[in-house]
């Protein structure tokens, strides 16, 4: 039996209190699946740090201390693994979740692969790339900017993000932002929401009867599939026909091909397919939401908008010619992202399932029973952060270095322990480089929702606002 904390005397799972739940399907009808963090928060909130929740038959421990979940979150991949339901969708689809899903050796193997891909030099590496998208997205709302025109803030920030990680996983362009019709980004914008409703559904109605979105999600995932394996191919020529590129491969994709040609790295090329597709939904929606909740505080703090402006016109003084240096050393935009993501973390949970029977805390946990970490109960707490609720991002900076420790251990925007996010310190220079283009070009006029009231939270697989509007007007020179 595993421990991730000891604590006597033991409670079992029906000790702890909880919402009432009804006969087959517990408390799932009381869940709104736009709002489930919501929901999972507001019960943390009037049970407790831990209590007890069933959907139709599966038990579920909520927790939303942070210390346990750190403790739970250390204990993978042996004691806790990714929900067998979400593995078993995931492989019906065909959509490999690569080092996501892997689990024992398999994900050892994947990740010193992935995390090869991610280091440090890798993202210098693919800059000018990553500098050319934000460019393209530069000229896209200069566009808008003269014409006056509104711009659909998500929609565009998720072409800017598409464009960005298939360039680094492909190693080749692939031009959404200016791209008319059918692009890689519609195919993938059917695959996360899918995972997401299918992994919650009570009853699995696509394995009954296949209706028009099912068949437009087959054929978004073969095309997907596809492009893959050709990219795949191609980068494997080119690394055969230059073997200099693999010294300083230029793109993730080449990376991880040259960390499995190692000596018994123990990966092949499906795994890295495996991960190319992972990564492309992972670093999707993630980086697109964050950037346009942070975009939304920004505009709502005047003060904070023009503290950080002035920060990014005086430390990139030419954005066509910016670098990862330069980006590294805007420590208020840094902090803008910090407090954006302790209080709009787009992946604000992590269900894990127990491999063996387990202690978890001073609770006894069934081999099988999900344990829901809930990231953001803490990060918003007044025993942890004054005045949770309100968008400060000086409390991140050095000159609050004890709170600074502190504050990042409570708030997990990447997850913590071994399993932590490995594209981290890329999507955090993404985000920085498409907030530093925007401010050194643009001022920014309003950011609105269809109504005109405050951005409303929307979950589908990750957690981003509701429509949001955005005029800009270019910056004097």
């Not at 919501?38 to 927790?63: C, I, K, S, T």
């Not at 942070?294 to 010619?321: C, S, T, W």
């Not at 985000?431 to 643009?442: N, Q, V």
Request: charged share 20%.
């Amino acid at each position: 039996m595993g421990t991730v904390a000891t604590a006597a005397p033991l409670r079992a799972l029906r000790d702890l209190p909880g919402p009432q739940g009804l006969p087959l399907v517990g408390s799932a009808l009381s869940i709104t699946r736009s709002l489930l963090h919501q929901d999972m928060e507001g019960w943390a909130r009037q049970y407790g740090p831990m209590f007890r929740v069933r959907l139709a038959r599966q038990e579920v421990l909520v927790v939303s201390d942070h210390e346990l979940i750190h403790t739970v979150l250390r204990a993978r991949p042996d004691l806790f693994h990714r929900p067998t339901q979400t593995t078993l969708v995931a492989e019906e689809m065909k959509v490999p979740m690569g080092v996501f899903g892997a689990e024992g050796d398999t994900w050892r193997a994947q990740r010193r692969m992935v995390m090869a891909s991610f280091s440090p030099a890798h993202v210098r590496a693919y800059l000018p790339l990553m500098r050319r998208v934000a460019l393209r997205l530069d000229k896209r709302w200069r566009a808008a900017a003269q014409q006056q025109a509104p711009i659909d803030l998500v929609a565009d920030l998720m072409l800017f993000t598409v464009d960005t990680i298939t360039g680094l996983a492909f190693g080749a362009e692939v031009n959404t932002l200016e791209a008319q019709g059918d692009v890689i980004q519609e195919h993938l914008n059917d695959i996360f929401p899918a995972l997401f409703h299918r992994t919650l559904a009570l009853l699995p109605l696509w394995r009954l009867v296949k209706l028009p979105r099912d068949r437009r999600l087959d054929r978004s995932v073969a095309l997907v599939r596809e492009a893959i394996d050709g990219f795949i191919a191609q980068a494997r020529k080119r690394l055969q026909n230059d073997p200099t590129r693999r010294a300083a491969p230029p793109n993730l994709l080449e990376a991880m091909i040259v960390a499995a040609d190692e000596p018994d790295s123990g990966v092949a090329d499906a795994d890295v397919a495996s991960n190319v597709m992972a990564m492309l939904l992972a670093g999707e929606d993630t980086t697109a939401n964050t950037v346009a909740w942070a975009i939304y505080l920004l505009k709502a703090h005047p003060d904070m908008l023009e503290r950080v402006q002035q920060e990014v016109l005086n430390g990139v003084p030419d954005f066509a010619a910016v670098t990862v240096e330069q980006i590294d050393g805007l420590p208020f935009l840094d902090a803008c992202l910090q407090e954006t993501m302790r209080l709009k973390p787009v992946a604000p949970f992590i269900p894990m399932q127990a491999t063996q029977d387990t202690v978890v805390g001073d609770v006894m946990v069934p081999k099988g029973a999900i344990v829901w970490s809930v990231l953001r109960g803490e990060s918003v707490s007044e025993r942890f952060f004054e005045s949770p609720d309100a968008f400060n991002p000086p409390r991140w900076l050095q000159a609050h270095c004890a709170q600074n420790a502190s504050a990042k251990r409570i708030a997990m925007p990447f997850g913590a322990g071994p399993r932590m996010c490995p594209g981290r310190y890329l999507a955090l220079v993404e985000m920085k480089l498409c907030l530093a283009m925007l401010l050194s070009s643009f001022d920014i006029l309003s950011v609105r929702t269809a109504g005109g009231g405050p951005a409303q939270e929307h979950l589908s697989f990750t957690m981003g606002p509701e429509q949001l509007t955005m005029k800009l007007a270019l910056r004097s020179a």
